[in-house]
């Protein structure tokens, strides 16, 4: 069936990310007005900066410099060019004492994956120090290293791609990094597609691992796939244990319906993408995509403790991908992945501000704002049937009782202008696929709405209805307060220029982040590396960005950074590694 296709894609984007192309930009650094000769370090953590035994290093030839640039700005002082991964790329990347721990999304599923480990001792000459053990028919993406008793373990997320590998997390002793050891692995009912390594105060050692579900469409995902953060005790490496399980219908007056109701945008969704601990180990912080960003106190992680939820404008696009926090746990970063720059809304006197409108992707695109009255058909499953008359008019229909097909054949036999749907119960996926070859022509525009947008539309029939296309931009980064974690304010954000620009096809996004000082480093994919001044949260601003001058085009997924040294990680080429100059 069509939608199973759909999806099946839905659920690979969620493991292997929605990348889309984005547009690169040579931007002109920002100077700041006082800014130190090098980046202010924050505190290390002390279960990931413990030294390294045996590191293995040969000379290697630095890379070509960037031209010299008045300015606060980044040289680019390093490389290591890697092959990646037949019709993939290289993913996201860790920072530990010397190494660079460096992740690969192979293109197919049906190939052997590992993850480079790279000797970063000589920033200017990084060099392969090692791989780790080879795993099947599974992507490779996220990695985390600690020291836990005397050695140096990582933990690798495995999203398979068949039933022949089971998801979890691969589980390395790298204290000699020329020879990774694979000590055990810890299995999960969905495959892990970001993660979090810490240690808290009492000396436990936890691993914390979102096992996304895949929920297209605000579909309700099954029981078993519900609890997508999975907190592990990694004390004992070679034996993981499973303390508890967290998923957002725990989140207290949660509905099953909300799984379809706070869905939003193009890429509709309410699943754990990614989780981080707080720089204290004492919260837990879970990026839930379309829900925005979930806090759980995990103190005591046999039971974690809903504490508060980050909120988003009524028309923000959603996709919340990663956090990093600073400031002891009062600030929080958020990095919304979003790709999608055009987004539909409906207005309507009942509405006390528009809301979203969720196009459906085998329907027509709106071209122009239409508004106009809208009739209610109830379910509209026989074609056959005798409706009111509609020609000219939006259909509101309910999502039950048969194919989307059947009802879409009732609006287009009765010349709708477009299709509204909802839904006012759970449904475990969407229904649509059975009947698609009794249509020819999707020629409607068709939408989705929430069960609280459609109450509104039905409490007052007889009015109008708006449906409009508009411009949101790529994703940005919004900053928090977190004084009170039960009520997140947010105080800030920021977009790159070319993320904002209307007058681009495709705009890109934010990705990930990390925090020195009162600086943030933000991987933006084809918009580069983004330094930002964050000493005040509420106005960011840009101090440096790269590429620049003759610089290489870059697509970057990930960013590590320590002292005046920023390590990113390239779809194609591998590592780069630039030096940061306030002058």
């Given amino acids: 069936m069509l939608f199973q296709r759909l999806s099946r894609c839905f659920g690979l984007a969620i493991c292997l990310s929605l ?19 090098n980046p ?17 290093k040969t000379p290697r030839p630095a890379a070509t410099a960037t031209p010299i640039i008045s300015g606060p700005h980044f040289e680019q002082v390093g490389g290591l060019r890697l092959k990646p991964p037949i019709e993939g790329r290289h993913a996201d ?23 480079t480990l790279i000797d970063v001792s000589d920033p200017r000459q990084p060099e392969v120090a090692g791989y780790s053990p080879v795993v099947k028919n599974v992507s490779l993406e996220d990695m985390d290293v600690a020291r836990i008793g005397d050695q140096d373990i990582a933990i690798v ?30 299995a999960t009912t969905l495959g892990v597609h970001e993660l979090d390594l810490t240690v808290n105060a009492s000396g436990q050692a936890l691993a914390l691992l979102a096992a996304p579900t895949n929920n297209l469409f605000g579909s309700t995902p099954m029981a078993e796939h519900r609890a997508e953060l999975w907190i592990v005790d990694l004390s004992t490496p070679s034996k993981p244990t499973k303390l508890s399980r967290w998923g957002i219908d725990q989140k207290p007056g949660w509905q099953m319906l909300d799984y379809a109701d706070q869905t939003r945008g193009n890429f509709p969704g309410v699943f754990l993408h990614s989780v981080r601990a707080s720089s204290n180990s004492q919260r837990a ?4 995509w379309d829900a925005g960003v979930i806090i759980l106190d995990i103190q005591d992680p046999a039971q974690p403790i809903y504490l508060g939820q980050t909120p988003y404008p009524a028309l923000a696009e959603g996709d919340a991908h990663s956090v990093v926090d600073w400031n002891d746990g009062q600030l929080l970063a958020l990095n919304n992945e979003d790709f999608s720059n055009a987004q539909v809304k409906i207005s309507h006197p009942a509405l006390a501000e528009p809301a979203y409108a969720r196009k459906l992707p085998f329907g027509e695109k709106l071209d122009a704002p239409l508004s106009i009255e809208f009739v209610v058909l109830e379910q509209a499953c026989d074609p056959k049937a005798e409706y009111p008359d509609f020609a000219g008019h939006f259909v509101l229909i309910e999502m039950a009782g048969c194919s989307i097909e059947r009802k879409f054949i009732v609006a287009q036999n009765g010349k709708a202008a477009g299709l509204l749907l909802y839904a006012n119960k759970p449904y475990q996926e969407l229904p649509f696929g059975d009947d698609v070859d009794l249509i020819t022509d999707f020629n409607l525009p068709m939408y989705l709405l929430s069960s609280t ?41 920021y977009n790159t220029p ?52 003759n610089s290489p085009s870059v697509n970057l997924w990930g960013v590590q ?15 780069y590694v630039l030096e940061f100059h306030a002058e």
């Fill in 40 to 56: 202010t370090a924050l505190p290390t953590r002390s279960d990931k900066d413990s030294p390294n035994q045996n590191p293995t």
């Fill in 285 to 288: 912080y879970l990026s839930y």
């Fill in 93 to 115: 990347l860790t920072l530990y004492n010397d190494l660079v721990l460096l992740g690969m999304q192979p293109g197919s599923c049906q190939l052997e994956n590992r993850i």
């Fill in 561 to 575: 950074v320590r002292d005046q040294y920023v390590y990113v990680s390239d779809f194609s080429y591998g590592l």
């Fill in 157 to 186: 997320g495995m999203q398979p791609c068949t039933s022949e590998t089971k998801p979890g997390i691969q589980i390395l002793d790298i204290t000699d990094p020329s020879k990774p050891v694979e000590l055990a692995r810890f």
């Fill in 19 to 37: 990348i889309t192309a984005c547009a690169s930009q040579n931007a002109t650094p920002v100077p700041a007005t006082e800014l130190a000769q």
């Fill in 453 to 493: 947008t459609a109450a509104a539309l039905l409490s007052q029939p007889e009015a109008k209805a708006t449906i409009e296309q508009y411009f949101d931009g790529g994703g940005a980064i919004q900053f928090f307060d977190l004084s009170d974690p039960s009520k997140p304010v947010e105080i800030g954000r």
């Fill in 498 to 549: 070319n993320s904002i620009d209307a007058k681009r096809a495709t705009n890109p996004t934010v990705h990930n982040s990390e925090i020195q000082g009162q600086y943030l480093y933000a991987s933006w994919y084809r918009d580069g590396l983004r330094m930002l001044d964050i000493s005040d949260p509420s106005q960011p601003k840009e101090v440096a960005a790269w590429p620049n001058g």
